[in-house]
């Protein structure tokens, strides 16, 4: 193990830990609006209107300004010195407040038509619409705070500091649950009280980076310097950073459209189960892609090719040990997960079993989607954004047929239904293969995704004129084999319970599901051991870690 990867081992197990407190909180906030709001009605219009700015955000923050800020930083911190860059993140953060501010005042003077763009099909329910709207008005002030965060999070990575950007989602849903909970005997309309969760939770994740900012120097104050050739070099690599980072984002938003015309619930169902595939996703996919960008931009600006080569094989390799067997353990136990953890309340059986079908689809693209995370921070780590966006194109072009081809026909009322309604409804009955419904729009997906990852991969390895593949192709095959050996006994043993009935306490079916992840752990580490995987030195990597980090403590 070279001397970056174990960084980015290190790395990866301080984010991927912190990250799954926010996955966990995450789950418990979804629990809770599973609970009061179900699968219908106010909740569509919630996390339609909740996809609008949290898409914004990926496109003109998080995803692209912390992947092109990140080698920009860390050019001007290695070659001009750390006075410089943080005077380039004080212009930044300058030019972003006003830009943001305008974003936001638009956001919701044009929250109307946004709303019939991004749910056409809402249009024929005008109560669930009017609803989105006004969700949407409230919601929207939440990019400004949380683009700011992605900032903070960009210069704190870009030193090696990943607990407190890591940590700070976990305010965020806190913040959702208390209000949620806390509004929902006292509203008229109770939905309004995720609204005002949503706010203050994003004002509270920017408030908790400031300390750690401070302690690293690091002052955010205002610079009028525009001119400045380090903003200018930002926003070159953002503007195509913006689609090629946000890909399965934008994937995922192409989804919510086209379920905007299936039947009430559709728009639910993929929202949760997305949710329950973020959780593996954000503990190691974002986890290693937020590690991997730091190193690979050191690499890239010292010219170390052959260990840029190296870290990346062997971050590959991490992805072929973990998301595997999660992609099987996903699948199978999909019903037994969202029976357990939101089947109560207004979430019904008929919402637990449709919502386990968009995550078995789903989940079959957790292994691209996490290879992505790290192919694509090359390319940044390289300032070419460019590449990224000319394979994210194709992969949205693919998605967006497979969608129409996979989801079934689309019936609408050709008096009250626009142009661009009636044109994807014809579309879906002209190229329509199968009548998955919402399970359709999961599966392209997925499609998209693995199409998107090996593009990327192959254009890369020849960039890099040879990433260790064979390394990697033996590590997937191996990695496989012991997922399959795993999951059929787990298979078999989770379709003998009824998950979905009264006839089990749910305590009981929890213990039941508890040990049967448990099983799949054993089996799989066994099983790995037997075939001799390498890649069991990750975890006595995250063990020493995990001793030192508590020695230090």
Not at 294 to 304: A, E, I, K, Q, Y
Request: with cysteine; aromatic share 12%.
């Amino acid at each position: 193990m070279n001397e970056e990867a174990g960084k980015l081992t290190r790395a990866a197990g301080v984010v991927g830990f912190f990250t799954l407190l926010s996955r966990v909180s995450g789950l418990f906030r979804d629990v809770v609006i599973g609970f009061l709001f179900g699968a219908h009605g106010a909740a569509d219009a919630y996390f339609v209107a909740f996809r609008i700015p949290n898409l914004l955000r990926r496109l003109t923050a998080e995803g692209a300004l912390t992947v092109a800020f990140i080698p920009v930083f860390t050019n001007y911190l290695a070659k001009e010195g750390k006075a410089e860059a943080i005077k380039v993140t004080q212009i930044v953060f300058t030019f972003l407040a006003i830009f943001l501010a305008l974003i936001t005042l638009s956001g919701i003077v044009f929250a109307r038509p946004l709303t019939q763009f991004f749910a056409p099909g809402f249009v024929q329910e005008p109560e669930k619409f009017e609803m989105a709207v006004s969700l949407t008005r409230w919601m929207f002030p939440y990019i400004f705070f949380v683009s700011l965060v992605a900032l903070a999070m960009g210069v704190l990575n870009a030193l090696r500091h990943f607990m407190a950007p890591a940590m700070s989602p976990v305010l965020f849903n806190l913040c959702n649950i208390v209000c949620a909970i806390l509004f929902y005997p006292l509203l008229d309309e109770p939905i309004l009280g995720l609204a005002f969760g949503v706010l203050i939770g994003g004002a509270a994740q920017l408030l908790f980076q400031i300390p750690y900012l401070l302690k690293q120097g690091i002052r955010l104050r205002f610079n009028f310097d525009l001119k400045h050739p380090g903003l200018g070099r930002l926003l070159y690599l953002m503007g195509p950073a913006a689609f090629g980072a946000a890909v399965y984002q934008i994937n995922v938003l192409v989804s919510t459209i086209l379920a905007s015309f299936l039947p009430s619930g559709s728009v639910s169902y993929l929202y949760y189960a997305d949710r329950f595939l973020e959780f593996p996703v954000g503990i190691f996919a974002i986890a290693l892609g937020t590690a991997a960008l730091p190193s690979f931009s050191t690499l890239v600006v010292t010219g170390n090719v052959k260990e840029l080569r190296a870290t990346l094989a062997y971050a590959l390799r991490i992805v072929n040990f973990i998301c595997l067997p999660a992609t099987a353990g996903l699948a199978v136990l999909a019903v037994p997960l969202f029976a357990i953890f939101f089947q109560r309340g207004a979430f019904d059986s008929t919402a637990t079993l449709n919502s386990a079908q968009a995550l078995i689809f789903f989940s079959f693209g957790l292994w691209s989607i996490s290879g992505t995370k790290l192919v694509a921070p090359v390319f940044y780590a390289m300032e070419d954004t460019k590449t990224p966006v000319f394979v994210g194109i194709i992969a949205f072009v693919i998605n967006f047929v497979a969608s129409l081809a996979l989801m079934g026909a689309i019936n609408v009322d050709g008096n009250s239904a626009g142009v661009i309604t009636r044109m994807i409804a014809s579309a879906s009955v002209s190229i329509g293969l199968v009548s998955l419904g919402h399970g359709g729009l999961a599966l392209a997906t997925t499609i998209s995704s693995l199409c998107n990852f090996f593009i990327l991969l192959l254009i890369l390895h020849r960039r890099l004129e040879g990433i260790p593949l064979r390394e990697v192709s033996q590590s997937f095959l191996r990695n496989l084999i012991s997922t399959l050996l795993m999951a059929t006994p787990l298979f078999w043993l989770a379709g003998k319970v009824d998950w979905t009935g009264t006839g089990i306490a749910v305590y009981s079916k929890a213990l039941i599901l508890a040990c049967l992840i448990c099983l799949g752990i054993s089996l799989y580490l066994g099983l790995s051991y037997l075939l001799r995987s390498t890649e069991l030195q990750i975890l006595d990597q995250f063990r020493r870690s995990a001793q030192s980090r508590l020695r230090r403590g």
